[in-house]
């Protein structure tokens, strides 16, 4: 059991979660008419569908049984936030998704994208990179043309503001 000391008139904790409770020299301690323990009481989350909803645990002051009591509200993503995942940087509007490889066959590009300040993210497995942007320079236009079919453009799915 874990237990800390719960501050009523601020509404605080005072101090550290301790396991068991507050005692001074083996003795239930003292504590001033502000000052009360609370037990931490955790529950178990329910089940939900973390593709499409995501938990928030609450924790709730009970004063009447000392206890300091978690639960959980489930919430919907929104179809932006369904979108918009894997999407690393939504302030850009249009990412590349290359092949690793792509920057060691055209170095220029992974300098053209550090010197501009621009990201570049890999896949989780590591075969992929996207290169994030606001637009496509004219003068590049030729070289993505060239490498159809490698590469793949793709818009920001949703707008986000």
């Given at each position: 059991?874990?237990?800390?000391?719960?501050?009523?008139?601020?509404?605080?904790?005072?101090?550290?979660?301790?396991?068991g409770h507050y005692l001074v020299d083996g003795l239930p301690g003292w504590l001033p008419?502000?000052?009360?323990?609370?037990?931490?009481?955790?529950?178990?989350?329910?089940?939900?569908?973390?593709?499409?909803?995501?938990?928030?645990?609450?924790?709730?002051?009970?004063?009447?049984n000392n206890t300091y009591e978690q639960s959980y509200e489930v919430f919907p993503y929104?179809?932006?936030?369904?979108?918009?995942?894997?999407?690393?940087?939504?302030?850009?509007?249009?990412?590349?998704?290359?092949?690793?490889?792509?920057?060691?066959?055209?170095?220029?590009?992974?300098?053209?994208?550090?010197?501009?300040?621009?990201?570049?993210?890999?896949?989780?497995?590591?075969?992929?990179?996207?290169?994030?942007?606001?637009?496509?320079?004219?003068?590049?236009?030729?070289?993505?043309?060239?490498?159809?079919?490698?590469l793949m453009i793709e818009d920001r799915p949703v707008q986000w503001y």
């Amino acid at each position: 059991m874990e237990t800390f000391i719960y501050n009523k008139d601020t509404n605080n904790r005072v101090g550290e979660v301790r396991e068991g409770h507050y005692l001074v020299d083996g003795l239930p301690g003292w504590l001033p008419e502000e000052l009360v323990e609370l037990v931490l009481i955790p529950t178990d989350p329910p089940e939900y569908d973390s593709g499409l909803e995501y938990l928030r645990d609450i924790w709730t002051v009970n004063l009447e049984n000392n206890t300091y009591e978690q639960s959980y509200e489930v919430f919907p993503y929104t179809d932006q936030e369904i979108a918009m995942r894997g999407w690393h940087h939504p302030e850009l509007e249009k990412r590349i998704v290359a092949p690793a490889s792509l920057v060691n066959d055209y170095p220029a590009i992974g300098v053209h994208m550090i010197i501009n300040k621009l990201p570049i993210e890999p896949s989780e497995d590591g075969n992929l990179l996207y290169l994030y942007m606001d637009f496509i320079r004219p003068e590049h236009q030729a070289l993505v043309d060239s490498l159809q079919g490698v590469l793949m453009i793709e818009d920001r799915p949703v707008q986000w503001y």
